[in-house]
């Protein structure tokens, strides 16, 4: 759904959007606690040895088995396993070489007819992608057992291999034209593609970006922790999707996180018809493709005081009320926003709030306060030799 435009784009966005629905994330819920325990367990020889960790990878891991299981329907075992096929398959996808970083360098210098021949993946991706297709398919149909997870949706609706609905344009009366699709396993396994990019690796970076963070600020740590602390008390100890849901400091650190290190720095739009610009005298041609840099509009003191601060609290209710909608896009904005945008925050929140309900956060003596991007990323963006951090158990 990512790369498809026109009709194409509009009947995918249409039929799987209630993927990601608030009935179908709470729904899926236990599913993310079950996970977050298991996480716990591993954290917990890290901090019993106050051992220095790769965060960015140690929290792949968990988002990893989360995607496995409330995606595919298959346990990954990630936590358990750093030699994980996923992880490797997560290389696969995200390091590219020289001629890989110069296509994308020059993408847009190209017709779009052209680009869609040539393929920016190394090819095992599309391999473990089919293969896990191919997998899942072959055992469910052997299965009557009802699942809910976002393949069974993708294999729904590819029993009738095309997708139908109403199209973008609209005919003499006004009433919208019906337009269709195929949706043959290509399709199916590009859709799988986006979703486990789009879900694992989002969330790792939003979590050991705000791990880091709260290792170098300790008491914004400290009020969050208490706020997990009292949350979770008039739950009855539980994570669950209403007490996360309560934790709204909490999700302001999230916030400020994917605002100083928005995982994908930069996104796309095309003008669909002439568009003239306010106060300019110019004129965006229909077709033309326009880049819209999330890091610079994040960093931009018009609409962020002090934007290179760590400030959780600039998303409290009194403060991002005067701001302009679209200067905190992480997720993008519009009809194109990211569909799971609620579904990732709230995975990367019962990661966070799992490990710092029993555990501290601190620097490494490898831990650099300034970090960077790692340069041979694309598609999302992480940070240049890894995170490291280390846990202590809180008293």
Not at 100 to 112: K, R
Not at 316 to 338: D, L, T
């Amino acid at each position: 759904m990512l790369s498809e435009e026109g009709d194409a784009w509009k009947l995918l966005r249409n039929n799987l959007s209630p993927a990601f629905s608030s009935s179908r994330i709470k729904s899926m819920f236990p599913i993310v606690v079950d996970y977050a325990e298991k996480f716990v367990k591993i954290a917990h020889n890290l901090a019993v040895e106050e051992k220095e960790f790769d965060a960015h990878i140690f929290t792949a891991r968990f988002t990893i088995d989360l995607i496995g299981a409330c995606g595919f329907g298959i346990d990954m075992n990630a936590i358990n396993n750093e030699q994980s096929l996923f992880i490797k398959l997560r290389d696969y996808m995200f390091i590219k070489s020289k001629l890989q970083m110069i296509l994308f360098g020059v993408y847009d210098l190209f017709p779009q007819s052209l680009i869609n021949k040539v393929s920016l993946l190394k090819p095992q991706v599309r391999e473990i992608i089919m293969e896990i297709l191919d997998s899942v398919r072959s055992h469910r149909q052997n299965d009557d057992t009802q699942r809910n997870d976002f393949i069974n949706i993708l294999l729904e609706l590819g029993k009738a291999g095309k997708l139908t609905g109403d199209s973008l344009e609209t005919d003499d009366t006004g009433k919208y034209k019906q337009a269709e699709i195929e949706f043959d396993n290509n399709r199916i396994a590009a859709q799988l593609f986006i979703y486990f990019i789009a879900g694992f690796e989002t969330s790792s970076t939003t979590m050991s970006y705000a791990m880091h963070q709260l290792a170098h600020h300790h008491d914004i740590q400290q009020e969050v922790q208490k706020e997990i602390d009292t949350t979770l008390a008039k739950h009855d100890g539980r994570l669950c999707y209403e007490s996360v849901s309560e934790m709204l400091f909490l999700e302001m650190v999230v916030k400020e996180s994917l605002r100083l290190f928005p995982p994908a720095g930069l996104t796309t739009r095309a003008s669909p018809k002439d568009c003239s610009l306010p106060g300019v005298n110019g004129t965006i041609k229909t077709g033309t493709r326009i880049t819209i840099p999330i890091h610079a509009l994040h960093m931009d003191e018009m609409y962020f005081d002090n934007p290179e601060e760590f400030d959780p609290k600039r998303f409290s209710n009194e403060s991002s009320q005067p701001r302009h909608k679209y200067a905190y896009i992480p997720f993008g904005e519009g009809p194109r926003k990211c569909i799971g945008a609620r579904f990732g925050t709230l995975n990367t929140m019962v990661g966070l709030a799992a490990i710092l309900h029993k555990y501290n956060i601190k620097p490494s003596q490898s831990t650099r306060k300034n970090i960077r991007p790692n340069r041979a990323a694309y598609l999302i963006q992480f940070i240049d030799g890894g995170l490291p951090l280390k846990l202590t158990m809180r008293e």
